[in-house]
């Protein structure tokens, strides 16, 4: 049964550092690795997407990597801002089923 | 990029009540469906995996009777959550995918809290 670990469950930086979060997974043998990000009693936003078979997905400020055989994944946000406070999730996709395993996230607070 | 829409976003209801919540598709044609479950601080749960017209398929310790889902067309699945009480209060989550989006990112609404009181 694939497991998500988040580390850590919560950091707070100051507006403008550079920035990396991390997700580990125990089952390699995965289809993708999704990141998201959750406002407060919100739904979940679609970041960045890795497919099994790349390495890294930038968007912006944002850069994820996957390492299969390690079974981890970070996302590296540059130049935070406060807007960028919010949880990140990291999920897991095994197979070509849709079924999604997640990690419990982390909290990240950006001080102006 | 793909739109789910999930409603309502917020209802506080007394207990023994049924609870119906909606998950459209709003540009694509979703043979899939997910619905999540997440308490507090904690990580989104998958309840069940509902395909468009046949029974959906339930997580281990999801009540299928309690938690009734369908999925009548390829833009809509339902959750209902039956005779409701407290310790069924959470926010509830839905997502929707098809074949032809296998390597896409999966695309959720934007949550229902659900109040049991």
């Known amino acids: 049964k694939q497991e998500v670990t988040q580390i850590p469950a919560a950091l707070s930086v100051p507006e403008g550092e550079n920035l990396v979060l991390n997700c580990s997974f125990t089952?390699?043998?995965?289809?993708?690795l999704q990141w998201f990000r959750q406002d407060p009693g919100k739904g979940l936003t679609s970041l960045l997407l890795?497919?099994?078979?790349?390495r890294e997905q930038t968007s912006g400020r944002l850069n994820a990597s996957l390492d299969k055989s390690s079974g981890r994944s970070t996302l590296y946000i540059a130049a935070s801002q406060p807007g960028d406070s919010a949880t990140y999730l990291c999920a897991a996709r095994r197979g070509s089923n849709y079924k999604l395993t997640f990690g419990k996230g982390t909290l990240l607070t950006v001080n102006p | 990029g793909a739109v789910v829409s999930q409603h309502p976003s917020w209802v506080i209801c007394k207990s023994g009540t049924s609870v119906k919540i909606e998950c459209r598709s709003l540009d694509f044609q979703a043979t899939t469906m997910f619905w999540y479950r997440q308490f507090p601080k904690q990580s989104l749960m998958l309840m069940a995996t509902s395909n468009e017209g046949s029974k959906a398929t339930y997580e281990q310790g999801v009540e299928k009777d309690k938690f009734l889902i369908n999925h009548a067309s390829l833009t809509l699945s339902t959750l209902t959550v039956t005779s409701a009480h407290p310790e069924d209060s959470s926010f509830y989550i839905c997502?929707?995918?098809?074949?032809?989006?296998?390597?896409?990112?999966?695309?959720f609404g934007d949550g229902t809290r659900l109040s049991i009181l």
């Open positions: 890795i497919q099994s078979s790349q």
């Open positions: 089952d390699s043998a995965i289809y993708n």
């Open positions: 997502s929707a995918s098809s074949p032809g989006r296998i390597g896409q990112p999966q695309h």
